[in-house]
């Protein structure tokens, strides 16, 4: 028979779990997982930045458990302890005891909860680490009855942890908070007209709990378009009063500093130089612009070291991408360590060296984008971004580096071509060329990519006024790779001009001219595609599919995948027009998955312009208004539909007069929107795997044979008068 517990008093001031004072909102997932873990578990600890919300999820967490604890759930609140010495004593207070004994403290804790099924929660634990740590180790050894629930920046590292790193809140979630605490206070109510400045709001605030709630103090006497309009001054601004409250809690940036402050040394300096990081870093990028003199890679003062410390602290994130290993910081975490870095006096230092590494990383990536490495490098651009656009900034804020502004905007030619990032690459060069710079060949090299850029948008004003600037520019400074590649991207602007006699003439001598510089790169590749595109819209089928058969195999010999999908557009076009559709086809979907995987808007939408001809032409006109309704939702995100071009239209043209034909109009318009209502990877898959197949129909059920009780028997239907009604006929 179970022993019964002597009654113990749950007094709020001595250890009870206190009421909660407003509602709680959200989290529900993270408690399931959390009560999940205290049933697996002895020691669970709850880890996360400041003001993440840690104290109130754990105790929420401890109410909801606590039937399962016969003997009590008992808070510690360790915050303001600062002598270690005193931390049994702290612990006997929560648990209520009273011991005027010689007993040592410990072995009066340990003595009291041998016997007992209490769950004793630990907070704000992390300047105490090691002492609360071997406290904790030695009761869960005498007390099997015992579970923990920790709260701290970083873990206890006991035996049997298990960790739970308390996220910020989710965009609705943090909505939901927001606009709870701001209706307690200021009778706030949302509504359309600010919803979306609420949802900025908490987005900028990180779905942070504290800072959404000192926001919506905020609101007793400012708008919510006032607060966002301030967050620039966060720290500042979002100060809180309530008498009662933890002291760390009153401010955000006390909530912050709390974990700065019981950072080492290293940790800060280490914190302050990160916060150069516009989004997330890799190890190689930290240890580049941060090391030092004062962080030595091969000692223990490393940076590889200090990040796993500031990792278990919650001050970085590590994050698993396609990328490989990753971390960051919180918007609210690094503007704290930026103050610091001003405050030290080197933040014009890191940035530079922020600016260098990315300013060497572009440049790899796109020597390695002509390689088997394609798609990592669109991978890790794609990861790096945040970063490569603060690089940008600050190069383009310093009129003595505005040179390398433009040279990274022009490097990133690829990433704004092949990765559907024409708009973005569009504000970068036109930012850059603002200027004139120092370095002529930079800014060459930023022309003929904005001309690219802006002849795949359909400009053709703009690309024709960059590339003369740059042809004339190279042909000045005796630039003989910036005149390659604007006589190209001329050729280029004239296919899709329809002036296909100059465009074949252009594209000729800018291949001349890239042999006679040795230059071998996707950009070759696609004159070579384009020129093949243009004879082929001469007529010339034959010397078309012979200049993408070979570009195919320099693709094979590279590696090179994103200028394969534009020849095997052209040799799909070649086949379609020679009445070889399942050749066609297969060319097409091949295609299709390739643009789709590097995000390459232009690919994808012409692969489906094409794919709705074959589809007509193979019998199925129903499913072609679909792809051509599908095509029409992605042409506003790329530019001109189809280049404004009559020959590229011919086939979509072509397609929609003859499913118009076979359909009718109101058919056609009703498939048509059924395309156009698809999101863009559901169109790529409908164009992959085709039309979905309707559920098959369940059989109708049989009648019972037997008669119940009552009812008439069951007569079956002649075979005959079936077949009539299934409108079959009888010989």
């Not at 009560?35 to 919300?53: D, K, Q």
């Not at 007992?116 to 005498?142: I, K, M, N, S, Y």
């Not at 119940?708 to 028997?713: D, S």
Request: proline letters at 5%; one cysteine or more; hydrophobic letters at 45%.
């Amino acid at each position: 028979m179970r022993r019964t517990s002597p009654p113990v008093s749950h007094s709020p001031a001595h250890g009870g779990l206190p009421a909660e004072l407003n509602r709680f909102v959200g989290r529900r997932a993270e408690l399931l997982e959390l009560g999940r873990l205290l049933e697996e578990a002895r020691l669970v600890t709850v880890t996360g930045v400041g003001g993440v919300g840690k104290t109130r999820f754990a105790l929420r967490a401890a109410c909801e458990a606590q039937e399962r604890y016969c003997d009590g759930v008992r808070l510690a609140e360790l915050s303001a302890l600062t002598d270690p010495g005193l931390l049994e004593h702290a612990l006997a207070e929560a648990l209520g005891l009273t011991d005027h004994s010689g007993k040592p403290p410990r072995a009066v804790l340990a003595e009291h909860l041998a016997g007992r099924r209490t769950l004793l929660v630990l907070d704000g634990f992390e300047h105490l680490v090691d002492a609360v740590a071997g406290l904790t180790r030695e009761l869960l050894r005498r007390a099997p009855g015992l579970t923990v629930l920790a709260t701290g920046r970083l873990p206890l590292c006991v035996d049997g942890e298990q960790t739970f790193a308390l996220p910020p809140m989710p965009g609705p979630e943090a909505v939901r908070l927001f606009t709870d605490r701001a209706a307690g206070r200021s009778g706030f109510r949302l509504t359309g007209a600010d919803s979306d400045a609420v949802h900025e709001l908490c987005r900028r605030l990180d779905g942070i709990p504290l800072a959404l709630e000192l926001a919506a103090g905020r609101l007793t006497a400012l708008s919510v378009e006032q607060v966002l309009d301030r967050l620039d001054h966060r720290f500042r601004l979002l100060t809180g009063s309530a008498r009662g409250s933890l002291p760390r809690h009153q401010t955000l940036r006390t909530a912050i500093g709390w974990s700065h402050e019981l950072c080492t040394p290293e940790q800060r300096l280490l914190w302050a130089r990160l916060s150069v990081f516009a989004g997330p870093f890799d190890l190689e990028a930290a240890e580049y612009v941060c090391g030092g003199p004062e962080l030595l890679d091969d000692s223990v003062l490393g940076v590889l070291d200090l990040i796993t410390d500031l990792i278990a602290q919650s001050v970085l994130i590590r994050e698993d991408s396609a990328a490989g290993v990753r971390y960051r910081m919180l918007d609210t975490v690094r503007e704290y360590g930026a103050e610091w870095l001003v405050a030290m006096g080197d933040a014009e230092r890191v940035h530079r060296r922020h600016r260098d590494w990315y300013l060497g990383l572009a440049t790899w990536c796109e020597l390695d984008w002509f390689s088997p490495r394609q798609a990592d490098v669109a991978a890790r651009v794609d990861s790096e971004l945040p970063n490569l656009r603060r690089a940008m900034e600050y190069s383009l804020e310093h009129p003595q580096d505005v040179h390398l502004g433009q040279y990274l905007a022009g490097t990133l030619w690829f990433y704004w071509v092949g990765c559907g990032r024409l708009a973005e690459g569009r504000h970068w060069l036109d930012h850059a060329l603002e200027p004139e710079g120092e370095h002529e060949a930079h800014r060459l090299k930023a022309l003929w990519v904005l001309g690219y850029v802006a002849v795949l948008q359909g400009d053709a004003i703009g690309a024709l006024a960059a590339l003369q600037e740059c042809r004339d520019g190279a042909e000045l400074s005796a630039n003989a790779s910036a005149a390659a590649y604007a006589v190209h991207r001329s050729g280029c602007l004239a296919l899709v001009s329809d002036d296909m006699a100059r465009a074949e003439e252009l594209l000729r001598e800018a291949l001349t001219r890239y042999e006679e510089i040795g230059e071998l790169n996707s950009n070759v590749l696609m004159a070579r595609i384009e020129l093949a595109m243009a004879v082929a819209f001469r007529g010339d089928l034959a010397q078309a599919v012979a200049i993408c058969e070979e570009v195919t195999e320099v693709c094979e010999d590279h590696g090179e995948r994103w200028a394969l999908a534009y020849a095997l557009y052209v040799l799909a076009y070649a086949a379609h027009t020679d009445g070889r559709l399942d050749r066609s086809r297969d060319l097409l979907l091949e295609c299709l998955a390739i643009d789709h995987a590097f995000h390459d808007l232009l690919g994808v939408v012409l692969a489906l312009e094409l794919l709705a001809l074959v589809t007509l032409d193979a019998g199925d006109p129903a499913e072609a208004a679909v792809l051509q309704g599908a095509a029409e939702r992605i042409w506003p995100s790329v530019g001109l539909p189809l280049f404004g071009s009559a020959y590229y239209n011919a086939p979509h043209a072509l397609c929609e007069r003859k499913a118009r034909e076979r359909l009718g109009d109101g058919r056609y318009e009703s498939f048509r929107c059924e395309g156009a209502s698809l999101s863009l990877d559901a169109a790529v898959v409908r164009a992959l795997e085709g039309p979905p197949r309707p559920a098959p129909v369940p059989p109708r059920p049989r009648a019972a044979t037997t008669t119940a009780r009552g009812a008439a028997p069951h007569t079956r239907e002649p075979a005959a008068s079936r077949s009539v009604r299934n409108g079959e006929t009888t010989g």
